[in-house]
């Protein structure tokens, strides 16, 4: 369960493992997916780059198969790259249920998030305030922005390992993973599509309320609560630049003109949309994006997203858009009794939105990465 470390799958994150990562227990997070301890797919262990990466699907690429995309699936905080097995196993499934003769092939990749599984250096540092740690926040995000970057490292050097280079990379992750696959998705310009699973794209928001629910001192001493959290030890300047650099909401709506706290809620001026337009084009344009969440979420509550997505719905309107001519989509969906979990509605959402992507006629075209 995200929120606490979890040891089980220690034994089996090691190269020469024969362990299938199948054997390993379900995590909370995801039940949804327990069915596929029946039908698991093909997998195998790499060292790349000197991370332990494990590739899914393929034995089960077909042979009519020209092109092949790459799911790059990132976990959850406190769990493993096994656990995300489960998830590479439905997609594989969906994929191979909807794809017709001539179609691109797909094989899905886990790897161990920075302070995880195989790459543990420091358990304390995964979890939080509640539990103990004082620099949840810090070590929160440092973790899954050096992940979104192994990414983009992994990537560039993955091709060498496979029987072809990938014709294109999607990134796609839950909560502590989902977080990641944000910075993915504004950083590296060769994935083309993301699938977000309660995960939040305003970690200052995100933090600023688990700090206020936290009760923590620099949150209880001004009314409202939470007016000295930001530049506090609890979230230092260092980390408010840091998020202002590679948070989506940082990015996009750190420097707007009004700051008033509810700044997503104006337009943007001329001046603001000509500078904005420049950033969005490098980073979003092209780029197809699901969301899903869940309505009963505390841990990672909608309600801290939802003024980032009412912005870039905003930008991105068919009709009224001033982003709305770079092909980005975002598809927003909430499982209104979806706890803070991949449940089974929100993964009939995903093998859809995935299937229809994958089945596009289109032409994709990798662009370089600028990392």
């Not at 358990?123 to 192994?150: C, E, I, L, R």
């Not at 309660?198 to 309320?209: A, K, N, V």
């Not at 929100?346 to 089945?359: H, I, K, Q, Y």
Request: charged share 25%; hydrophobic share 35%.
């Amino acid at each position: 369960m995200a929120g606490s470390s979890n040891y089980t799958w220690r034994h089996a994150l090691q190269l020469h493992s024969t362990l299938s990562p199948f054997d390993s227990p379900v995590p909370g997070t995801h039940k949804a997916f327990a069915d596929m301890k029946a039908k698991p797919v093909s997998w195998v262990r790499k060292n790349i780059a000197g991370m332990l990466v494990t590739i899914y699907g393929l034995q089960e690429l077909a042979s009519d198969t020209t092109q092949f995309t790459c799911f790059w699936l990132l976990h959850g905080r406190g769990d493993t790259q096994d656990s995300m097995g489960y998830c590479a196993a439905a997609m594989l499934h969906a994929w191979k249920s909807k794809r017709q003769p001539g179609q691109r092939g797909l094989i899905c990749i886990t790897f161990d998030q920075r302070n995880h599984g195989s790459r543990l250096v420091d358990d304390k540092a995964n979890v939080s305030w509640k539990q103990g740690n004082p620099t949840h926040a810090q070590d929160m995000f440092n973790t899954y922005s050096g992940s979104a970057q192994d990414v983009s490292h992994l990537i560039t050097h993955i091709p060498s390992y496979l029987p072809a280079k990938p014709t294109d990379h999607i990134c796609g992750g839950v909560s502590l993973g989902g977080h990641a696959t944000w910075q993915v998705l504004m950083a590296e310009p060769r994935v083309r599509a993301g699938l977000v699973v309660i995960g939040c794209p305003d970690y200052i928001r995100l933090m600023s309320d688990r700090a206020i629910r936290s009760k923590l001192r620099s949150c209880t001493d001004t009314d409202p609560p939470g007016l000295r959290f930001l530049g506090s030890e609890d979230f230092p300047q260092n980390l408010i630049e840091a998020v202002e650099k590679y948070d989506p909401a940082g990015i996009l709506l750190g420097e707007l003109d009004v700051v008033t706290g509810d700044d997503h809620r104006h337009p943007p001026s001329d001046a603001e949309k000509a500078r904005l337009r420049t950033i969005m084009a490098e980073k979003l344009a092209g780029k197809n994006i699901l969301c899903v969440h869940g309505g009963k979420d505390r841990l990672v509550p909608y309600a801290q997203s939802e003024p980032f997505f009412t912005w870039l719905k905003k930008a991105l309107d068919a009709k009224t858009g001033w982003f709305n001519d770079h092909g980005t989509t975002l598809e927003d969906f909430i499982d209104p009794a979806g706890m803070h979990e991949f449940s089974g509605v929100m993964r009939v959402e995903a093998e859809r939105w995935l299937c229809d992507l994958l089945a596009r006629d289109d032409e994709y075209v990798v662009r370089g990465s600028k990392l």
